[in-house]
Antibody, heavy 120, light 107 residues
Framework: EVQLVQSGAEVKKPGESLRISCEGS????????ISWVRQMPGKGLEWIGR????????NYSPSFKGHVTTSADKSITTAYLQWSSLRASDTAMYYC?????????????WGQGTLVTVSS | DIQMTQSPSSLSASVGDRVTITCQAS??????LNWYQQKPGKAPKVLIY???NLETGVPSRFSGSGSGTDFTFTISSLQPEDIATYFC?????????FGGGTKVEIK
């Protein structure tokens, strides 16, 4: 069974750093790209970026580029999303999702989400 | 960026009704259009991919059509368990973009 299991909820202060994780299981982790998606409270879905776990090649939305970084460790089948300096506006639910096919295929499996709260 | 305009933003319908949601892309995306369902407190779930293909395990009352810039998502007979927000998403090019969502409620 394919699963993406994300790390738990986080409460941070503005300016702090954070890394959240997404562990894949039940499939060949290197074969499928992983994307990250943000959902701010009561709002819609926003694509942050994607990574190819095979070679760690990434693409980012211009809206997020330079503020977040995605990485992957295929030896432990885990992808990461990290911030070096959080803002209050980063408060949101973050999902990882697998591209279910070649390239930018649809998101066929999703993690359960990681709630990030940034508040002073 | 490719803008996705989804309508309506919300709708109320009776059980058994036919429900239709539209999504318009700001440029030709061929058939690179997916539809997701999101229930409160849950991650989204793909229902339709490549505009008209039903994801495995998804009930056949859900369907999609369209190509180019104009797409339609249909629930042929609304069921109580279909109460959710539905999003379209283009995967023709990065940055991937979503429609604003349609909240479906029971009348």
């Amino acid at each position: 069974e394919v699963q993406l299991v994300q790390s738990g909820a986080e409460v941070k202060k503005p300016g702090e750093s954070l890394r959240i994780s997404c562990e894949g299981s039940g499939y060949n982790f290197s074969t499928y790209w992983i994307s990250w998606v943000r959902q701010m409270p009561g709002k819609g879905l926003e694509w942050i970026g994607r990574i190819d776990p095979r070679d760690s090649y990434t693409n980012y939305s211009p809206s997020f580029k330079g503020h977040v970084t995605t990485s992957a460790d295929k030896s432990i089948t885990t992808a990461y999303l990290q911030w070096s300096s959080l803002r209050a506006s980063d408060t949101a639910m973050y999902y990882c999702a697998r591209h279910g096919g070649y390239g930018l295929a649809r998101f066929d499996y999703w993690g359960q989400g990681t709630l990030v709260t940034v508040s002073s | 960026d490719i803008q996705m305009t989804q309508s309506p933003s919300s709708l109320s319908a009776s059980v058994g009704d036919r429900v239709t949601i539209t999504c318009q892309a700001s440029q030709d995306i061929s058939n690179y259009l997916n539809w997701y369902q999101q229930k409160p407190g849950k991650a989204p779930k793909v229902l339709i991919y490549d505009a008209s293909n039903l994801e495995t395990g998804v009930p056949s009352r859900f369907s999609g059509s369209g190509s180019g810039t104009d797409f339609t998502f249909t629930i042929s007979s609304l069921q109580p368990e279909d109460i959710a927000t539905y999003f379209c998403q283009q995967n023709d090019d990065v940055p991937l973009t979503f429609g604003g969502g349609t909240k479906v409620e029971i009348k």
